[in-house]
């Protein structure tokens, strides 16, 4: 069987997933999850009843694939192309992109709920034809994501300077090169995601709408750190310009 991706179109530990599989030259679908209302099949295909379910996952004949990190290993064993996991240290950078980003998540959903425009970008269309009651019943999933994944736990201060330190690490690390270790890694594809809480990459990559994209962004940081955001946006144009062997099935 193709393997199915079941992602976030908008969600860059998702683009992790997508930019591994294609690097590698994996062939896969790729099917939208819809938060909440997917959760139930998702468990079911996780067999996983209790505790929290994320994507994305990847289902393949050897089982489900519950995490991006994984999937880029699975994508490292069985595709083509460059290695994307030559050696420890990816995994170390794997893990700070997961800081970076559930720092960024924290803040950047503090800005979304006070933004009617993004919420109703979230709202799936048949649900913003019920106006106010949508958009609070979307209100109420974004603070519940938020929360599932420790936002509450320190305050947006916190987040803040967590995301700030790991983009200084990200910094001192290249010394202005094209790579983090000598040669293009999975170091590079998840740590390129952290840019998007400072600023989004090309809409083809990263699906956000115009609000949401605001809202990720942080014009103050993306001064602060253009030499990074240039960076990602080099790395992009030079390892991601190929179009995804994706093909998209409706969900
Ligand atoms: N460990 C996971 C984390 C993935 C993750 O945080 N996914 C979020 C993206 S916002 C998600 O699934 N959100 C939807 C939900 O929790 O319902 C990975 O890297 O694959």
Known sequence: MTPVLLQLPYSPWSERARWALDAKGIEYTQRRYQPLLGEPELRRRLRRWRGPVSV??????????????EIARWADAHGSGPTLFPSD?????????????????AVSLTRVLAMPDALDELTPPWA?????????VTKAGVARTRRKYGGSAQTDAEHQA??????????AALKGRATILDA????????????????VPDRRWVKLGKANAAAFGDPELAKRYADLV???????????????TATNVAS
């Open 56 to 69: 994305p996952v990847l289902l393949t004949d050897e089982g489900a694939l519950a995490d991006s990190v």
């Open 89 to 105: 240290e990816v995994v170390r950078w794997a893990s700070r992109s997961q800081d970076g980003l559930a720092a960024g998540r």
């Open 128 to 136: 913003r034809k019920l106006g106010a009651v949508g958009r609070a």
């Open 162 to 171: 967590n995301l700030e330190a790991v983009l200084d690490e990200l910094r």
């Open 184 to 199: 293009f890694s999975f170091a590079d594809i998840a740590m390129a995601q952290v840019l998007c809480f400072v600023a």
């Open 230 to 244: 240039g960076w990602r946006d080099a790395l992009y144009a030079r390892y991601r310009e190929r179009e995804a």
